[in-house]
Nanobody, 120 residues
Framework: VQLQACGGGLVQAGGSLRLSCTASGLPFSSYVSGWFRQAPGKEREFVAAISWSGKYTYYEDSAKGRFTISRDNAKNTVYLAVNSLKPEDTAVYYC??????????????WGQGTLVTVSS
């Protein structure tokens, strides 16, 4: 099983990015997909999740209204559009798949992470 995340980079405050994560080696469409992030010196935290069908989405409070999670099961890919970025959004963003929930324990497979840096 592999999850390959990409799309991170350096962006100014107020800017946008689109993160992608492509899975292989598992029936992607059978799994909940999620995004977590880990800022320097902090614990990894939940950002967003999407049900296997894409019908249901869940967001951490600070992500609501700014981030959008989506998926394309035909491409085995989950996306995270991040808008109106703030310096406090600076973190390594990780994708994951599993049975679901907003905690790390609900996910079985993890990507390597993609770094988002927001300058003020």
């Amino acid at each position: 099983v592999q999850l390959q995340a990409c799309g991170g980079g350096l962006v100014q405050a107020g800017g946008s990015l689109r993160l992608s994560c492509t899975a292989s080696g598992l029936p992607f469409s059978s799994y909940v997909s999620g995004w977590f992030r880990q800022a320097p010196g902090k614990e990894r935290e939940f950002v967003a999740a999407i049900s296997w069908s894409g019908k249901y989405t869940y967001y951490e409070d600070s992500a609501k209204g700014r981030f959008t999670i989506s998926r394309d099961n035909a491409k085995n890919t989950v996306y995270l559009a991040v808008n109106s970025l703030k310096p406090e959004d600076t973190a390594v963003y990780y994708c994951a798949v599993g049975s679901g929930a907003t905690t790390m324990q609900g996910y079985d497979y993890w990507g390597q992470g993609t770094l988002v840096t927001v300058s003020s």
